[in-house]
């Protein structure tokens, strides 16, 4: 009976996207680490447990396998970075149009060594391709202003 309920790893799968442990016995999840949790090692003053647990055991990409190799290399561990999940956060901030600076971050400084190509297009070849394309409900007046037949 205790064979079938207890669950324990030492690394496993992580989502794609957050790159979080994932959860479940089923699919070699990790343990979930609640706000509680969080909470209640905030209280014991437990800063560096926590640390730990919210980057290296999470979703710290790079934190996860330097530690590793550290642990191999028999050397100090190093600080731990930014979590994955902030990433996504700051992204999807920026595609709402926020423009986020963040100071002191060696973790993006990092990540775009790692980040897949991304295409920019300027405002000026936006302009000239939607020129070239026929409006159906309406007609371009000036750069920007769009003349409808409800006006």
Do not use: C
Not at 14 to 21: C, D, E, G, K, R
């Amino acid at each position: 009976m205790v064979e079938d309920k207890i669950h324990m790893r030492a690394t496993g799968p992580y989502a794609l996207i957050t790159q979080q442990p994932l959860g479940g016995k089923a699919r070699m999840g990790g343990q979930r680490f609640g706000e509680m949790e969080v909470w209640a090692l905030e209280g014991y003053g437990a800063a560096h447990t926590l640390q730990e647990m919210l980057t290296i055991k999470s979703d710290d990409i790079f934190g996860r396998t330097s530690t590793m190799e550290s642990l191999i290399k028999g050397e100090k561990i190093k600080k731990p970075n930014l979590p994955a999940s902030f990433a996504v956060l700051v992204s999807e901030l920026r595609a709402l149009g926020f423009k986020v600076d963040l100071i002191g971050a060696q973790y993006f400084k990092d990540r775009e060594r790692t980040r897949p190509m991304q295409l920019e297009v300027p405002p000026e070849a936006i302009v000239e391709i939607s020129k070239e394309e026929k409006l159906t409900e309406g007609e371009v007046v000036e750069e920007g202003l769009v003349k409808t037949e409800e006006e």
